[in-house]
T-cell receptor, first 116, second 115 residues
Framework: GAVVSQHPSWVICKSGTSVKIECRSL??????MFWYRQFPKQSLMLMAT?????????EQGVEKDKFLINHASLTLSTLTVTSAHPEDSSFYIC????????????FGPGTRLTVL | AQTVTQSQPEMSVQEAETVTLSCTYD???????LFWYKQPPSRQMILVIR??????QNATENRFSVNFQKAAKSFSLKISDSQLGDAAMYFC????????????FGKGTKLTVNP
């Protein structure tokens, strides 16, 4: 139980294009999902908290117009990187909070984004 | 603000031996949760163990156990009978009880298991 999927696992795009990453909780409902960014050999950096049916809460320094988050259902949250640039290249990880597991966060496998 | 410190950037252990990874944290809250996550080379974050601060008993999960010292704000992870598959980055994380649901992560400890 408590499986979280992410799609795609790897994406390459041209500078200036937009990329959408999906995060799904497969066997539980998640009213809250989280989006992280991880640089090589570093810890996870929280970008935003995604709440079903409401606006996401962004961490300080994260551009909300660049990283659009939508949490339209209890099992799906999406992160859209708009007008991507090479500096947006990174590993993006989502997590979903499982109430039945005491609110523990379970993580997706991550998405590697490369912007050329 | 809460902080989590992992003072060992790298650790190594011989296969079948025991290793302990350190984690300390700073908080003014009395009720909270602590976690150890493992990130193998695949980069999938995997929950290893969870501890509720109100529980005095240390959590255990098979070969993994913690030494939770609330007064000292210490939360170490012991891995017994280490296996090659235990090689990974290990992250200690804190979550408060009320309000914020955010996880605060330490910088991680890279564990190498030598055959």
């Amino acid at each position: 139980g408590a499986v979280v999927s992410q799609h795609p696992s790897w994406v390459i795009c041209k500078s200036g294009t937009s990329v959408k990453i999906e995060c799904r909780s497969l066997d539980f409902q998640a009213t809250t999902m989280f989006w992280y960014r991880q640089f090589p050999k570093q810890s996870l950096m929280l970008m935003a908290t995604s709440n079903e049916g409401s606006k996401a809460t962004y961490e300080q320094g994260v551009e909300k117009d660049k990283f659009l988050i939508n949490h339209a259902s209890l099992t799906l949250s999406t992160l859209t990187v708009t007008s991507a640039h090479p500096e947006d290249s990174s590993f993006y990880i989502c997590s979903a909070r499982a109430w039945l597991a005491g609110g523990t966060q379970f993580f997706g496998p991550g998405t590697r984004l490369t912007v050329l | 603000a809460q902080t989590v410190t992992q003072s060992q950037p790298e650790m190594s252990v011989q296969e079948a031996e025991t290793v302990t990874l350190s984690c300390t944290y700073d908080t003014s809250e009395s009720d909270y949760y602590l976690f150890w996550y493992k990130q193998p080379p695949s980069r999938q974050m995997i929950l290893v163990i969870r501890q509720e601060a109100y529980k005095q008993q240390n959590a255990t999960e098979n070969r993994f156990s913690v030494n939770f010292q609330k007064a000292a704000k210490s939360f170490s992870l012991k891995i017994s009978d280490s296996q090659l598959g235990d090689a990974a980055m290990y992250f200690c994380a804190y979550r408060g009880q009320g309000g914020s649901e955010k996880l605060v992560f330490g910088k991680g400890t890279k564990l190498t298991v030598n055959p």
